[in-house]
């Protein structure tokens, strides 16, 4: 089976009070965007990394690694699964894709993931067969809060408990019916594992490294910097 890969990276980062969507901001004069297609490029049983940008996205065309043989753009949606959704489709007609083949969706908003990890997570999947994600443990105590007030009501034990990273790999056919049920039910679908949840199907945690941060917030940007960094060295 093939391994693709799908990046949503149609979100206008309006978290980031910047003027630009937070993938188009800059480290070392690259995009964050080109630093993470970067990664999965470098991950040669990808055979292809389908970019899902805004409609009136014009930033994206105008990149050089828009152009690199193995990167493909299809157009995102309304929220972060309508991104991946289309993606899927886009790699569903592609003459070379069977739905047998794993696709990694990953955000374009982490450009820190480690090439360990990536290689990590697919050799897992084809080694089992089965869907998996990279998540690492909690290591934050855990507050439940009152509804409208500043009280804690409980703190949740955090055994068992993981935070959710991307990318997150799933059989091609698998993912896309996933959503599709998902998305005519309006079920909250906030990553592509809780599709899959939905539908019954299992998924599997890869420890990932507590680095593969998603830039959310202004003060990420010089974190993925350090990052980056680090693993240059
Ligand atoms: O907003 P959030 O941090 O959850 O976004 C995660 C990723 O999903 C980002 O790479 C963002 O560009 C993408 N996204 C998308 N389409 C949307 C919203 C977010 O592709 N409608």
Redesign the pocket.
């Known amino acids: 089976d093939r391994c693709w890969s799908v990046v949503?990276?149609?979100?206008n980062?309006s978290r980031m009070q910047a003027v630009l969507?937070k993938?188009y901001l800059t480290l070392n004069n690259k995009t964050v965007i080109e630093l993470t297609l970067g990664k999965l490029l470098h991950i040669a049983e990808i055979s292809g990394v389908v970019v899902?940008h805004a409609d009136s996205d014009t930033r994206f065309g105008e990149l050089a690694i828009a152009k690199h043989p193995r990167i493909f753009a299809a157009i995102?949606?309304?929220?972060?699964a309508?991104?991946v959704f289309n993606g899927l489709g886009y790699l569903r007609d592609m003459a070379q894709s069977d739905d047998a083949d794993w696709v990694m969706v990953h955000?374009?908003?982490r450009p820190c993931v480690s090439h360990a990890s990536l290689e990590r997570l697919l050799g897992h999947c084809r080694k089992t067969g089965r869907g998996a994600i990279l998540a690492s443990p909690v290591a934050d105590t855990l507050k439940r809060q009152q509804a409208n007030t500043p009280i804690i009501t409980e703190t949740v034990s955090r055994d068992n408990l993981w935070q959710a990273h991307t990318p997150q790999c799933f059989r091609l056919g698998e993912l896309h019916a996933a959503l599709k049920a998902a998305l005519s039910t309006g079920v909250a679908i906030t990553d592509e594992a809780s599709a899959i949840e939905h539908c019954g199907g299992s998924v599997d945690l890869i420890e990932d490294s507590r680095d593969n941060i998603?830039i959310?917030r202004p003060e990420d940007l010089a974190l993925a910097g350090f990052i980056l960094g680090q693993q240059a060295l």
């Open positions: 949503p990276a149609a979100g980062g969507p993938q899902c995102g949606g309304t929220e972060r309508h991104s955000d374009a908003a998603k959310t």
